[in-house]
């Protein structure tokens, strides 16, 4: 057998080895993405939020030029926001002048004239004007912060020009950046190792009774059935265990059955061939032992060969279900009537049927009268010392019910399930000789499996069994007569 999870080519990385590359890759996407938010983003984030953060204290100081608390509002802007405040007019006289940081001094030192300046330029632009510059102050980690200058220029509700002039710092907060950065560091370390660990675990817990369940199914595969499945870890994997331990035992069945069929079939078919050969040779050498009952023991012998043969053919074909039903409506009654006048000739033997009025039923005649021989001839192969087979045909609900009845050594209660399947002989060892090959009964079965029928058998130890089977009666029962009846 080839067994192709062995094989080296197109051979796929092992369990263990996916969940670890799975979990690192995780880890790293985590970390990327930790990264790129937390520093790569962060300038430009902080920027929009400053800027939109000045606009608001142009806006709040736009709506509060005419109030008295101007002064106080500025003040608290500056406190909040970080920002240097300037309010002057159009000719450069300074209402508010407030400072905020010693970094961000542009706004200092502004004469009338300049301010005169801005606000005509800024005025000529629309009403606002930004501009970002870089601090000639270098931060403590080195390079240079960056400034923004805002300049709006508003005409008030009484008619008043006003110039609302602001710096602030645009660049994170001195050690905020570099603060972030040992930080996410440290995180990628710790997460690296934590995830590295875990990883290695998480994939010995997984793959650990994956690869042992594998290592058994290999065995499975080449034959030792015996083995056991140990599915421990997640319940996938117990599920796993159950159902190959529970296919093993199947396939562990079916060999054992496999071997008894061939130990069977081969002992029943080479006791009767052993015999032709002997008697024939005999026959042949010794001119006087040419008699008429040894010619019969011959075609006896052959005759048992040939009924093995046909049994096996008919199992196996029933059993892959290529048996097409030939059903026509019959006289069933008369039909193991005329079964039994052929047990005539058997010796001593007796065939009482106890039948009521005849039933017909809708099946296949030449199949129905296999059961019958069958379960007869097994009542006749166990009768007991009165060598009385007892038949009896019921009728209720619809249903016919034909039993057969023998007193004979009967069979243990916890065999009955058993003698329905293939091969399946109560005593194996004693009767193998003269008795049939243990494929009877599982004929029985599957063709009344076709039919729909039941059947079913009662046995008492010592007190005989009663074998019986039911089928539907076909319409109109009574109505048709009997085509035999009418012919005579
Ligand atoms: P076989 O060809 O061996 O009779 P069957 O399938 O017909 O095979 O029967 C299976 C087994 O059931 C028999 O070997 C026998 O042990 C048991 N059995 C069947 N019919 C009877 C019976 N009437 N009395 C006692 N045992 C029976």
């Known amino acids: 057998m080839k067994i192709t999870a062995g094989k080296k080519e197109k051979k796929s990385p092992g369990i263990r080895r996916q969940v670890v590359l799975s979990f690192g890759g995780f880890i790293l996407i985590i970390l990327a993405l930790l990264w790129v938010f937390q520093i790569a983003l962060l300038g430009p984030f902080y920027r929009l939020i400053k800027i939109n953060e000045v606009k608001g204290v142009a806006q709040t100081l736009e709506n509060n030029l005419e109030s008295e608390t101007l002064e106080e509002t500025a003040s608290r802007l500056v406190n909040a926001t970080n920002t240097a405040i300037v309010v002057s007019d159009e000719l450069g006289r300074l209402y508010v002048a407030k400072k905020a940081s010693e970094k961000y001094v542009r706004l200092e030192g502004l004469t009338p004239y300049d301010l005169r300046n801005i606000f005509d330029g800024v005025n000529l632009q629309g009403g606002t004007k930004m501009e970002t510059y870089r601090s000639q102050v270098e931060t403590w980690f080195g390079g240079t912060e960056e400034g923004i200058l805002y300049a709006r220029t508003v005409r008030t509700k009484s008619g008043l020009n006003r110039l609302i002039l602001l710096e602030s710092e645009l660049t994170p907060v001195d050690s905020t950046l570099e603060t972030l950065r040992v930080q996410l560091s440290c995180l990628t370390v710790v997460m690296v190792l934590l995830g590295g660990v875990l990883a290695f675990f998480l994939s010995r817990r997984i793959a650990r009774p994956i690869a042992a369940v594998n290592e058994s199914a290999k065995s499975l595969a080449k034959g030792q059935y015996e083995i056991r499945f140990e599915g421990s870890g997640c319940r996938e994997v117990a599920e796993l265990a159950d159902t190959l331990n529970y296919a093993a035992e199947e396939l562990s069945k079916v060999e054992g059955l496999r071997r008894e069929l061939l130990a069977n079939v081969s002992h029943d078919l080479r006791t009767p061939l052993t015999m032709i050969k002997g008697y024939s040779e005999v026959m042949r050498d010794l001119p006087g032992e040419n008699t008429p009952e040894n010619v019969q023991i011959i075609i006896d012998e052959t005759e048992r060969l040939t009924n093995l043969v046909n ?129 009877g009964l599982s004929i029985v079965k599957n063709i009344l499996d076709l039919h729909g029928g039941s059947y079913g058998v009662e046995s008492e130890l010592g007190k005989g069994s009663t074998f019986w089977f039911e089928l539907k009666l076909a319409e109109e029962t009574t109505a048709l007569p009997d085509p035999q009846e009418a012919a005579h």
């Open 311 to 439: 049994d096996l053919l008919d199992l196996s074909r029933l059993e892959a279900g290529v048996v097409p039903l030939d059903r026509t409506r019959f006289n069933l009654t008369e039909s193991i009537r005329a079964i039994l006048t052929r047990y005539d000739k058997l010796a001593g033997y007796h065939f009482p049927f106890q039948a009521g009025e005849a039933v017909w039923v809708c099946a296949d005649e030449l199949r129905i009268s296999q059961v019958v021989y069958n379960l007869v001839n097994n009542a006749v192969t166990y009768a007991g010392a009165d060598k009385t087979v007892s038949l009896c045909q019921t009728v209720e609900n619809e249903k016919v019910r034909i039993s057969v009845t023998d007193t004979g050594e009967g069979i243990p209660a916890d065999k009955l399930k058993d003698i329905w399947e293939r091969y399946y002989k109560v005593d194996k060892e004693h009767k193998r000789a003269q008795v049939g090959t243990g494929l």
